[in-house]
């Protein structure tokens, strides 16, 4: 499996990394471990978590869930160095510690949460979920209005936050540091006031990235590569959309459209469209469509490694025969020429 650097951080790690919101939910105890040591097998040493975690549903009584099931396995297996560990302090979802968010006053005291459930004495990269201004993901572009943000506010957030997690880092409790959710102008004041201040410079960004949701393909790809932020990309399979599980009108038991009808705002006529041109591109190549939108990722021009999950055992050995799949340039302008008859289609 490929090898990347996330930003300038100096940490190394495959591609891919393995997702893990339905450990706790959706996949049990003995499946979310069996998940990690199977990806371990196959060189993918990279697992991404939050505290929000489980979710489908996200409860307030399950928030952490997920990384205590990590940290149990951590403990059970004593394995700590042999994973690049990633995860993020939730931001103002009133499911995650009613909503509080985080700032200066309390990020210190919320890594200290990850890091007791995750039994680990340090984090690789620690992400925060959401910007506390506000974000146009999760299809909140359609009616995204900004003009209420206060640009000084912002900043001075900012500059306490990155202050606080300059010490963490000192302390030896974070490697790196990486957003979650953020804008191109988002990032770049992030890096900025890291100079100012001396706090962590930004090494990654994770959004939603898929052959359905290609937002990214501007601004924040001109911003990755001139600032050097990697992508950690989330949802490459449009929640299972891309796997063609869900045409035709089919709802697969226990699948996510099966928790979370719309799959969050992603079940629109369009999407399905767009899918069944992808589902016959992958066919007439002789491509597996899970392994096809995985490794499309990998021929984008910017730093990406892309965040994947899976619900059962089987899922994650089907994706993983694809980890090494590079795609031919005809079919990556086949693609493209689709993405442009049929873009933002939810």
């Not at 909503?99 to 990269?125: A, Q, W």
């Not at 990755?224 to 989330?234: C, G, I, M, Q, Y």
């Not at 899976?310 to 689709?338: C, F, N, Y």
Request: net charge negative; with cysteine; proline share 5%.
């Amino acid at each position: 499996m490929k090898q990347i650097e996330l930003g300038q951080s100096g940490i190394m790690v495959p591609d891919w990394c393995l997702g893990t919101m339905t450990f706790g939910t959706q996949t049990d105890v003995a499946g979310s471990h069996a998940q990690i040591d199977m990806a371990l097998d196959h060189g993918l040493n990279f697992v991404d978590t939050a505290e929000m975690y489980p979710v489908n549903p996200v409860r307030a009584e399950t928030v952490g869930r997920t990384e205590e099931i990590i940290g149990d396995w951590l403990e059970k297996t004593g394995r700590r160095g042999d994973i690049i560990l990633a995860t993020k302090a939730g931001g103002d979802s009133q499911m995650v510690r009613g909503g509080e968010g985080y700032g200066p006053e309390s990020i210190l005291r919320i890594l200290d949460g990850n890091l007791n459930r995750l039994k680990t004495d340090y984090i690789d990269v620690y992400q925060l979920h959401w910007p506390m201004r506000g974000s146009y993901m999760f299809r909140q572009n359609w009616t995204y209005d900004p003009s209420g943000q206060d640009r000084q506010k912002t900043l001075d957030h900012m500059a306490g936050v990155l202050e606080k997690l300059g010490q963490a880092q000192k302390a030896g409790k974070i490697r790196a540091f990486g957003m979650s959710n953020e804008s191109a102008w988002g990032c770049t004041r992030w890096i900025d006031v890291a100079e100012q201040v001396g706090g962590p410079r930004m090494a990654t960004v994770q959004n939603e990235y898929s052959l359905l949701c290609r937002m990214y393909d501007a601004d924040m790809a001109e911003m990755a590569v001139n600032e050097k932020v990697t992508l950690l990309s989330f949802s490459p399979l449009a929640t299972g959309l891309l796997t063609g599980k869900y045409q035709d009108g089919a709802v697969p038991e226990d699948s996510r459209m099966s928790l979370n009808g719309n799959l969050g705002g992603r079940k629109t006529p369009r999407a399905f469209e767009a899918v069944g041109r992808y589902l016959d591109l992958a066919r007439d190549h002789g491509l597996d469509p899970v392994h096809m939108a995985m490794a499309w990722q990998r021929s984008r021009p910017f730093p990406i490694s892309a965040i994947f999950g899976a619900t059962t055992i089987d899922q994650l050995a089907h994706i993983l025969r694809g980890k090494d799949m590079e795609l031919s340039p005809e079919v990556t302008k086949e693609i493209d020429r689709i993405n442009k008859a049929i873009p933002m289609p939810y």
